[in-house]
């Protein structure tokens, strides 16, 4: 399998005046990009590696050859983090949680005003480069989560319901050192209703 750059369900200033068209067009195409050519790269003299799909590789972490390892957790990660990032966001749809979802949401965190600020908490205090995450467990209850880099909670044996990306590279033209001005922001072009349809399939 070549891994190859997604398309995008929408234009790189559909999401504005939340996130900008200049940002949105350089972490398209010009670090997501990167991530998939040097996972490409990585994977080329292994090709029984080649034909897993980018989550069965990142699962699988530890089976890797040593010379390729860091390279397919760090530009491996980099491609399956931002699909994903992409996927879950839309100019349109629901702007709040719906369905079951909605439900564990406000069982676990007490309502959604609640939540935004626990994942805002956990998303700020990433130091450096990383993500915050909402993760489905083993035993199907929800937790907040933050990794460095391009780091997955699938790594660990969690399923990732959705990502926020707080890399510098997908705020800082607009935001500039403001981090939390861009996670609040940020909350306006999530789409809940594709949200809960990947809650449904992780279940």
């Known amino acids: 399998m ?5 398309e995008l369900n929408y234009s790189y200033d559909a999401l504005e005046p939340h996130i900008d068209k200049q940002t949105m067009e350089i972490h398209h195409t010009k670090h997501h990009q990167a991530y998939v050519d040097k996972l490409n790269q990585a994977l080329e003299k292994y090709p029984e590696f080649q034909n897993m799909d980018i989550e069965e590789i990142l699962k699988s972490l530890d089976k890797l050859p040593e010379d390729i390892k ?8 980099g491609h399956y983090n931002h699909d994903l990032f992409w996927k879950i966001m839309s100019p349109e749809g629901e702007r709040k949680p719906v369905g079951e979802l909605a439900k564990k949401i406000d069982e676990k965190f007490g309502d959604f005003e609640s939540f935004k600020a626990k994942f805002k908490d956990a998303s700020v205090g990433r130091f450096g480069s990383g993500w915050g995450w909402l993760v489905l467990n083993s035993d199907n209850s929800i ?3 933050s990794t460095p880099n391009q780091d997955n909670p699938i790594s660990e044996g969690k399923k990732v319901i ?19 001005d861009y996670i609040d922001a940020w909350w306006n072009v999530v789409n809940w209703s594709i949200i809960e349809k990947r809650y449904q399939s992780l279940k």
Do not use: C, S, T
């Open 2 to 6: 070549i891994f190859k750059l997604p």
């Open 70 to 77: 860091a390279a397919v957790r760090n530009n491996g990660g």
């Open 143 to 145: 937790d907040i989560v």
């Open 162 to 180: 959705f990502g926020l990306d707080v890399w510098e590279h997908a705020y800082y033209l607009k935001y500039m050192n403001k981090r939390p």
